[in-house]
């Protein structure tokens, strides 16, 4: 729900570098399972996102018109970036192996130790805390020895329910940035800036 989540290409700091192998682990939460996303996974990312669509198409330019056919063009770019380190992306799935969402590292710069931090989570599970833990366990992961050192996220600022997820993390509001993002039902948005160091993890 934080984050451009459909955006590649540059970083902000104007260039991605390695960070991580492409042959990521699967993580696990006493309720999730975090498995690498795959271009098999589109049809089920799909159903997704038709489930949330009115929802997620408050905060994501591309929700409105998004199809199985742009969601595999997206996961063959995503799996493309994954296999040379600049994202991870994972699928959320419970016990019983229903995708209820994703979460992921994108702009992963290994120089600063940083990347940008980006989720969603199915309408239809809000409100069970998946969210939360399904982050905290990659922003764990990510943050471990040898890793990052910063973690960022971007959220608009309406979106209540994400930056609940944050600060429940241990992130921190840093400032405001004004019109980052043109919706093209909504106009210009506000998005709040969040930030977590290393160490600052809660949880």
Not at 162 to 177: H, K, P, Y
């Amino acid at each position: 729900m934080a984050t451009l989540w459909f955006q590649l290409g540059v970083s902000k700091t104007g260039y991605n570098k390695r960070m991580i192998s492409p042959l990521l682990p699967v993580l696990l939460t006493p309720r999730l399972i975090l498995r690498p996303m795959t271009a098999g996974d589109s049809e089920a990312v799909t159903r997704m996102i038709s489930v949330s669509r009115e929802s997620f198409s408050r905060w994501f330019t591309w929700a409105r018109e998004a199809n199985l056919d742009s969601v595999r063009e997206y996961s063959r770019r995503i799996e493309e970036a994954m296999a040379v380190g600049t994202t991870s992306q994972y699928v959320v799935l419970t016990h019983a192996y229903s995708l209820v969402g994703r979460v992921g590292l994108m702009e992963i710069d290994t120089s600063a130790r940083c990347a940008e931090l980006g989720y969603m989570l199915r309408t239809d599970f809000e409100g069970q805390g998946l969210m939360t833990e399904a982050a905290h366990r990659l922003a764990s992961h990510a943050l471990g020895p040898g890793g990052l050192h910063r973690l960022s996220a971007y959220v608009d600022v309406e979106n209540i329910g994400s930056q609940r997820v944050l600060s429940r993390l241990g992130f921190r509001q840093e400032g405001t940035l004004r019109h980052v993002v043109q919706h093209p039902e909504r106009g210009w948005r506000d998005q709040h800036v969040y930030g977590l160091l290393e160490g600052e993890l809660v949880g």
